[in-house]
């Protein structure tokens, strides 16, 4: 026999322990993915807390970048009625899952952005 196989077969035979790091190659990924579901989990929920605090007055913006003023809500229809112009009162009707964010309750209040 060749030295080569002579010790390929004595490896076969010392039983192997697994190292460490062996382990936490797979505990970290699984570590990040729990992490990563968990903050998603945690901003769908703030945005549905949102939604379901949503009332008149409140400034808002829309998925497509609309900015209004909530001046009435269906609540069995999920639509909600802004306030885009104030100056000519113009008004467009959208669906409730459109609103993206609630920037604040008091129409008076500029952005301070």
Do not use: C, H
């Not at 490896?11 to 460490?20: H, V």
């Not at 802004?82 to 008004?91: A, E, F, I």
């Amino acid at each position: 026999m060749t030295p080569l196989l002579t010790l390929l077969a004595e490896a076969d035979n010392q039983p192997q322990s697994t190292p460490p790091w062996f382990y936490l190659m797979y505990a970290l990924p699984v570590l990040m993915l729990i992490m990563l579901f968990r903050s998603n989990s945690k901003q769908k929920r703030e945005a549905q807390n949102a939604l379901a605090a949503l009332k008149k007055n409140d400034k808002v913006v829309t998925s497509s970048g609309i900015l209004g003023v909530v001046v009435a809500i269906k609540e069995n229809e999920d639509e909600v009625t802004l306030r885009v112009d104030d100056t000519s009162n113009t008004r467009i009707r959208v669906l409730k899952s459109s609103i993206a964010r609630v920037t604040s309750g008091d129409p008076t209040v500029g952005d301070a952005k």
